[in-house]
């Protein structure tokens, strides 16, 4: 084993839930620490359970600490936020780009994040627009090695309700071969093999994933086991 240790911020979430349980049975990390805001359940010998303050510098630093990588899948909805945009932007924004800030801090050579397709910083779009302010302040941070994930329509079971997601998961299953690939819906596991694959590159830089850059990564790893 490598000795290394992997950090996870949203491993409550769809594709953070997928990540985790790839995380603790991949061996390249011998330790997989989850920052979370309340009491989690989850035990394994190689966890970690990190409960913090996301707005404390103090306690994202001890957190990230010796993490060779720093997974982040955090984000929220409009609905959980009661269409309050500031509130928004604190989790989405403010958490995220201070993880890239502290993980640049304490050394973390390599950051792994979640976004959107069509994030832009200069989208008229409030979701996608934040997205891409997000990323466009990960890459100005400078971590060695930031790779970004840019899904369309998750799929995937989730441990809450989500019905109007559920409907268009159904119709863009069923219609995905009409759309433009990069707008295809992709499984959450396969988002988060993306995440665990690209964390083990040692290339320097910002690198971007869609749908068919994930894909890619995904199937060549497999073709390279068999």
């Not at 309340?38 to 404390?56: C, G, Y």
């Not at 640049?104 to 979701?127: E, H, T």
């Amino acid at each position: 084993m490598s000795g290394k240790i992997a950090t996870l911020a949203g491993a409550t979430g769809l594709i953070g839930g997928e990540l985790l349980n790839l995380l603790l049975n991949d061996t390249y990390y011998t330790s997989v620490r989850v920052l979370v805001r309340r009491p989690f359940a989850m035990e394994h010998p190689k966890l970690e359970k990190k409960i913090i303050d996301f707005s404390d510098a103090d306690s994202l630093l001890v957190a990230l600490d010796e993490s060779e990588a720093v997974f982040v899948t955090i984000g929220t909805t409009q609905k959980k936020v009661k269409g309050d945009k500031e509130a928004y932007r604190k989790i989405d924004y403010d958490i995220v780009v201070n993880l890239a800030k502290y993980s640049k801090i304490v050394g973390c050579r390599k950051f792994i994040l979640v976004s959107a397709v069509g994030a832009s910083s200069a989208s008229n779009n409030f979701y996608l627009k934040l997205k891409g302010e997000v990323e466009d302040a990960v890459k100005e941070i400078g971590i060695d090695s930031t790779h970004i994930m840019r899904p369309s329509i998750l799929l995937g079971k989730r441990n809450e309700s989500r019905s109007l997601e559920k409907i268009s998961q159904s119709v863009m299953k069923t219609f995905s071969f009409l759309l433009p690939s990069r707008y295809r819906p992709i499984e959450a596991s396969d988002v988060a093999k993306a995440m665990l694959i690209a964390a083990k590159k040692n290339k320097k830089g910002a690198f971007f994933y869609e749908h068919s850059e994930m894909r890619k990564l995904i199937s060549l790893t497999e073709v390279a086991f068999l």
